[in-house]
């Protein structure tokens, strides 16, 4: 699967520089990625987010579930409070655990880059079937 990750990876970078000096650099951080073996790691993520793309739709929505709740207490407390805390004096503040907030911000790189791989993959795929 390593090699198919490298192929996935040559493609996505040939669309995404359009600097043929940029493309060689970045196809060479790659190849240097495979050879310490931190492709091993990215090759257990993919697996991982394959096989909850491919079960019920909770397992492949949990975690824009998770994100859409988080934004929603940033909403609240950053939004929505300060207003609300003018004419109301119980108005509700949600505490946003540090952990949380770094979740979130885990979560929403992972799920941007996530969808981007996984429509480019998309594309990749049907290329190689035709």
């Given at each position: ?22 493309r ?12 310490r ?51 109301w ?42």
């Amino acid at each position: 699967m390593i090699g198919s990750i490298l192929d996935l990876g040559s493609t996505i970078i040939d669309k995404i520089w359009p600097d043929a000096g940029e493309r060689e650099k970045a196809k060479l951080k790659l190849m240097e990625l495979q050879n310490r073996g931190e492709l091993a790691d990215l090759e257990a993520r993919v697996k991982i987010m394959l096989a909850e793309m491919s079960g019920n739709w909770l397992q492949r929505s949990w975690r824009p579930i998770l994100m859409l709740t988080i934004i929603a207490i940033v909403a609240n407390n950053y939004l929505l409070y300060p207003y609300l805390a003018l004419f109301w004096a119980k108005a509700p503040h949600l505490e946003l655990p540090t952990q949380l907030w770094s979740l979130m911000e885990l979560g929403l790189g992972g799920y941007v880059v996530g969808r981007s791989a996984e429509k480019v993959a998309k594309t990749w795929r049907q290329k190689n079937e035709s």
